[in-house]
């Protein structure tokens, strides 16, 4: 079964810093598909960025990257700029050939102005 | 125009009732799922279904069943509530591709309390 694992329960930066979110992840796959989502105080789970393992690139969004090391199995998600808007859940998710999304327990990032 | 819609999006109900909680996508996906988040947070895939097949996870109890009178809906039936049912559970979509990269879109959460 695959497993994925945020290790930082809780993150904080301060406004227009820099945010690394961790995240590892467990497979025995090789194709497969990595995703983070945003799920700020309204609930609603939003796609901020995802990244194809046989894609070596690594993937951006404006403010957000990640951090692709497919040997270590870890996908870190690095916000920059960060905004009071960032504020949120962050869910670190796993979707391999059977179609079903694995996710993390989740970093509750907050920002400070 | 949502994209995906639940209904309820609260529901407060008696230990052993039965409800439902009700999906709808207009995206013209094929694949729908639910998940449950619990109280910690912990987001946990219950079912996935497309024409084709309903993948269960094996943990979710039998109380639960899903129902998906056409491609557009899948209804989330719960039998026989129980105090640890409490918890928010979402609806998702997405659009089987050969590529596989394919986006789950979240509805917005029904978020159900048993007391």
């Known amino acids: 079964a695959q497993t994925v694992t945020q290790s930082q329960p809780e993150m904080s930066v301060q406004e227009a810093e820099t945010v690394t979110l961790s995240c590892t992840y467990d497979?025995?796959?090789?194709?497969?598909?990595l995703f983070w989502y945003k799920q700020p105080p309204s609930r609603q789970m939003i796609l901020v960025i995802r990244?194809?393992?046989?894609?070596?690139q690594n993937a951006t969004e404006n403010r957000f990257s990640v951090n692709f090391q497919k040997a270590a199995k870890s996908f870190s998600l690095k916000i920059s700029d960060s905004q009071l808007g960032d504020a949120a859940m962050y869910f670190c998710?796993?979707?391999?050939?059977?179609?079903?999304?694995?996710f993390g327990a989740g970093t509750r990032l907050t920002v400070k102005p | 125009d949502t994209a995906v819609s639940q209904t309820p999006k609260y529901l407060v109900t008696q230990m052993g009732n039965d409800k439902s909680i009700k999906c709808e996508q207009n995206?013209?996906?094929?694949?729908m799922y639910w998940y449950k988040q619990d109280s910690k947070k912990f987001l946990k895939i219950m079912f996935s279904?497309?024409?084709?097949?309903?993948?269960i996870n094996e943990t979710v109890p039998n109380r639960f069943s899903p129902k998906s009178p056409d491609k557009a809906h899948l209804n989330l039936h719960i039998n026989s509530l129980e105090l640890g049912d409490s918890a928010v559970y979402f609806c998702?979509?997405?659009?089987?591709?050969?590529?596989?990269?394919?986006?789950?879109?979240f509805g917005p959460g029904t978020r159900l309390t048993v007391l």
């Open positions: 998702a979509s997405s659009q089987e591709s050969l590529a596989g990269d394919n986006e789950q879109f």
């Open positions: 497979t025995s796959e090789s194709d497969y598909y």
């Open positions: 990244q194809e393992a046989y894609k070596q």
């Open positions: 998710a796993y979707r391999g050939s059977y179609n079903d999304m694995r």
């Open positions: 995206l013209g996906h094929d694949t």
């Open positions: 279904y497309n024409n084709k097949e309903l993948i």
